[in-house]
């Protein structure tokens, strides 16, 4: 699957080109679509708290608490979502559900990148996503 870039407003008036994937989160019943930021140098997945209360998340009933570190300083809880993206067969996620929406929906190395390869090809404005072999 080949994707553009999306312009993203870096928030300081800077618009920049980023790698932005549609997907569908699902847990049960409910299902979101979404675009996520897929970031290779991103250690997990994160979810923004307003996507996992559409879900129906409750934040008081998950166990697996963390804090993440670096910019996003905070708590969060441990997630696992049905994802899909385009066509390919839908996948188990772990997520960080992160405390604020103050984020985007991040696809990073835990575990978006160990089911689906990513080609960057910034140069040229796309990047591609297959799921892993």
């Known amino acids: 699957m080949r ?13 920049v080109p980023m790698p932005v994937l549609p997907i569908r989160l699902t847990r049960g019943t409910k299902s979101i679509d979404s675009d996520g930021l897929v970031d290779s140098g991103g250690m997990v997945n994160v979810l923004p708290f307003g996507l996992g209360l559409r879900l129906g998340l409750d934040w008081n009933s998950q166990t697996r608490s963390m804090s993440l570190g670096g910019i996003l300083r905070g708590p969060a809880k441990g997630v696992v979502l049905e994802a899909t993206v385009g066509g390919y067969p839908s996948v188990r996620l772990a997520f960080a559900w992160y405390s604020s929406d103050d984020v985007r929906l991040v696809l990073g190395q835990t575990n978006f990148f160990q ?19």
């Open 115 to 133: 089911e689906f390869d990513v080609s960057f090809h910034a140069s040229q404005g796309y990047f591609e996503v297959q799921p892993r072999p």
């Open 3 to 15: 994707l553009p870039y999306t312009p993203l407003s870096s928030g300081t008036g800077l618009v």
